[in-house]
């Protein structure tokens, strides 16, 4: 073991892992405790985002919601909050920091990550006993000679990162993808914003981003416009806007296509089933307790979805013959109509003469 590592109580030891994922799981609490400071976002290099996604990448088989998972909760308190100054040790491939293979870039992002923040941090276990940690989000990093990086975490940023009531799920390749670190802060507030849209004053907007924009219609053009390009070619998650005098409008929507040939052919379905799902929600305003027979039998089930898809296209048909908007079927309303059409369509499927009452119930 590295002697620099020697005085301290070290519980677990990450090893770097060259498994594939599309998705990681960015909790909310990292993002609001760490990557903002008295409510508006840190001016942290891209390089130090990249080694948090890759902390996040390498313990994603230990994260798990508290609600969910109880007794999981109970093990990691026994296992890191019983005394302090406890940490687990990790290792990042340099080249995942810096493709471009700069030493620099590393040495800085890890500086930053160990100095930013770097105080006593103190939080109580179930016990309600204190448990002290010093230190940034990282400690004592050290390069070896497999061309990697590696350091510690203490459990007071380990639990934000592993303990995960609330978070979003993000594209690994963002960070790689996109090279400006206030386009990836934006996109990690955006997956927190509602999908009927927010509101927000250009001088809310300069301060959480750290600009300095005179006016709205600049804050737009220059910097907006820039940022959903990206995340239109980049991210399963962008965004339209306007702006009226000082108030900015952001509107998110799900992207068709994303412009990375590494996401495997499974998440890309999964993200056109995302996708319609909240086309059919939004258009349709189906309430959320009305919606989970439809999104359950949508998501799981391929048979179904085909089933549903083709009963929307029969509907859509119908409401032209009859000349009337599609819309007019609202919330529960669509449901019911979707079901009539979608049970006429399953009893003349070979499934249907076999199974009469095999049909999806989606109210």
Request: proline share 4%; glycine share 2%.
């Amino acid at each position: 073991m590295n002697p620099i590592f020697n005085d301290k109580k070290i519980r677990k030891r990450y090893n770097w892992d060259d498994s594939n994922v599309d998705f990681i799981r960015f909790p909310n609490e990292l993002l609001d405790d760490f990557l903002m400071d008295a409510r508006k976002f840190v001016d942290i290099p891209i390089n130090a985002l990249r080694v948090i996604f890759n902390i996040i990448f390498i313990v994603r088989n230990d994260q798990f919601r508290p609600e969910d998972r109880p007794r999981q909760l109970s093990l990691f308190e026994e296992e890191f909050e019983t005394e302090n100054n406890v940490f687990v040790q990790l290792s990042i491939k340099n080249a995942r920091i810096s493709p471009s293979g700069s030493t620099l870039q590393v040495i800085k992002a890890y500086e930053f990550l160990t100095k930013f923040k770097m105080e006593w941090h103190k939080a109580l276990n179930s016990k309600g006993e204190e448990i002290k940690t010093f230190g940034g989000l990282i400690s004592n990093p050290s390069y070896n000679k497999r061309g990697e990086t590696t350091f510690l975490i203490s459990r007071y940023w380990l639990r934000k990162i592993v303990v995960i009531s609330e978070y979003n799920p993000l594209l690994y390749n963002l960070v790689y993808n996109v090279k400006n670190n206030k386009h990836i802060l934006f996109a990690l507030w955006l997956k927190k914003v509602p999908f009927q849209g927010t509101s927000i004053l250009l001088t809310t907007f300069n301060k959480k981003f750290d600009l300095n924009y005179a006016n709205s219609g600049d804050f737009c053009t220059k910097f907006l416009s820039e940022v959903r390009k990206s995340l239109n070619q980049y991210s399963d998650l962008s965004f339209n806007y306007k702006y009226s005098r000082q108030l900015i409008f952001i509107l998110p929507y799900l992207t068709k296509k994303i412009d990375d040939l590494s996401i495997s052919e499974e998440t890309t379905v999964l993200i056109r089933i995302k996708q319609r799902l909240r086309y059919f929600k939004s258009r349709f305003e189906i309430e959320d307790h009305h919606f989970l027979k439809f999104e359950n039998e949508y998501n799981k089930f391929p048979f179904h979805r085909e089933l549903i898809d083709k009963a929307y296209r029969e509907l859509k048909m119908s409401c032209r013959k009859k000349r009337i908007a599609v819309t007019i079927y609202k919330g529960k309303m669509f449901l019911e109509e979707m079901q009539r059409i979608l049970i006429e369509i399953y009893q003349l499927s070979e499934s249907g003469r076999k199974f009469p009452n095999g049909f999806p119930v989606i109210v």
